[in-house]
Structure formats: C-alpha cells, structure tokens
C-alpha cells in the first residue's frame, strides 16, 4: 500500500508559478511510475503529466499538450518525493491536483494509488 500527501496548492495570478509536492510512503516509490492529474469543477479528471521510474526509460516522463513547455514532472528517490513544477500559469489551470502512484515502473499501467489532492486557483 502507498500513500500520497500532496502539498504546495494555493491562490496565485496569472503567469506565476506553484510548485506542487506529493511525498510517499512505503520503500517502494523508486520502482512505481508517479503522475499528476487535475479536475476542474464539473469536469472530468484529466492527466496533467507522469514520470517512469528509473528503470523504464530513464525515467521518461509525459505530458497533456496544454501543460507542454510550461510545467515539469520530476522525482527525488531519495526523499520518496514527486513534484510538479507549474510555471506561466494560466485561469484554465484551476483544479485540483491529484497525486498518483503506479503499481509498475512504466507508463502504460495505469494508477493505483492516489492523493486527496491540492486546490490550485489562477486568477486573470
């Protein structure tokens, strides 16, 4: 079992940056892909970005196109921690993020665990 507490949501204009952390339990975080995912009120939950474990691909990572170039996913092993960095923020940008965890290091497993999210709010 892992758990994830997400961290770093707030009230910020529009083209400021957040940096969102979501810390994990258990000795197994290196091994399992990590994702972020955002729902908008009275919309469905969306895939924002993912990054592999090491193992798989150098520990690729991906991206929903409307976050390309503006946020990055990245890993510390060491502090079992995963970040979302959310530069250029946009009004469309408001969620909530959710933190996921895979039960395999790749991409293409689907997310097992999840957090019980961060509010982020851009205003215009």
């Known amino acids: 079992q892992v758990q994830l507490v997400e961290s770093g949501g707030g009230l910020v204009q529009a083209g400021g940056s957040l940096r969102l952390s979501c810390a994990a339990s258990?000795?197994?975080?290196?091994?399992?892909?990590m994702g972020w995912f955002r729902q908008a009120p009275g919309k469905e939950r969306e895939f924002v970005a993912a990054?592999?474990?090491?193992?798989?691909?150098?520990?690729?990572?991906s991206y929903v196109d409307s976050v390309k170039g503006r946020f990055t996913i990245s890993r510390d092993n060491a502090k079992n921690t995963v970040y979302l960095q959310m530069n250029s923020l946009k009004p469309e940008d408001t969620a909530v993020y959710y933190c996921?965890?895979?039960?395999?290091?790749?991409?293409?497993?689907?997310?097992?665990?999840w957090g019980q999210g961060t509010q982020v709010t851009v205003s215009s």
């Open positions: 996921a965890a895979s039960g395999s290091s790749d991409l293409v497993s689907g997310f097992k665990y």
């Open positions: 258990g000795r197994t975080f290196s091994s399992y892909a």
């Open positions: 990054i592999g474990a090491i193992t798989w691909r150098s520990g690729q990572t």
